[in-house]
């Protein structure tokens, strides 16, 4: 990995990290290299990251299963409080299959955490990798994905959009989803004026 391809990949550690609350059990959907986990340390209590290039095992309380999160995750049902997918959705070939898994595997109230390029940075990204600025992993594998789908698809699975903000020049998007309380939040209020 190049040091532009490392200096990308922190910003976006940089723009998702405030949205991870300490102590969570976090679910890093092609982390490869855990590197995430790193960066974020003591504030999560577990990571585990399904990714096919990685290696299966475990170094302490982060974990590594070496496979695709398509068509199945292999976790239970509301296992985890926060997932992330960071430059991997365009990647992805049955992003059904992968909004679906993730409102699965996602506890009440968990927040999936995602990154996604314009469609532009395709173009930079192979003048870069001409100038061996940068090594574009895996550039040839994106989808032609645009980032006006992922609200779409993501709220037609259940999840209800909290936030989306363009960085790095407008090149690069994020989106914030919460998997909403399936119980109703509700309140008795006796004629006295006292919650019950």
């Not at 299966?56 to 997932?83: E, M, N, T």
Request: hydrophobic content about 40%.
């Amino acid at each position: 990995m190049k040091p532009l391809d490392r200096f990308l990949r922190r910003w976006r550690y940089r723009v998702v990290a405030p949205y991870i609350p300490t102590g969570s059990v976090l679910l890093d959907i092609g982390g490869y290299d855990g590197s995430l986990f790193r960066y974020l340390d003591d504030r999560i209590a577990k990571g585990i990251c399904v990714d096919p290039l990685c290696t299966s095992g475990s170094i302490g309380r982060f974990h590594f299963l070496q496979q695709s999160a398509c068509p199945r995750i292999p976790l239970p049902d509301a296992s985890v409080d926060v997932i992330t997918l960071l430059a991997v959705l365009e990647h992805v070939d049955d992003k059904k299959a992968m909004a679906a898994e993730t409102f699965r595997v996602l506890k009440e109230g968990g927040r999936l955490l995602l990154t996604v390029p314009h469609p532009m940075v395709d173009k930079i990204l192979k003048i870069f990798i001409r100038l061996r600025l940068a090594d574009g992993i895996a550039v040839e594998q994106h989808h032609h994905f645009h980032v006006r789908c992922v609200v779409p698809l993501f709220c037609s699975y259940g999840f209800v959009a909290v936030k989306k903000q363009k960085f790095q020049g407008g090149l690069n998007h994020f989106f914030c989803f919460k998997k909403p309380c399936s119980w109703p939040m509700t309140e008795t209020v006796t004629p006295g004026g006292q919650d019950s």
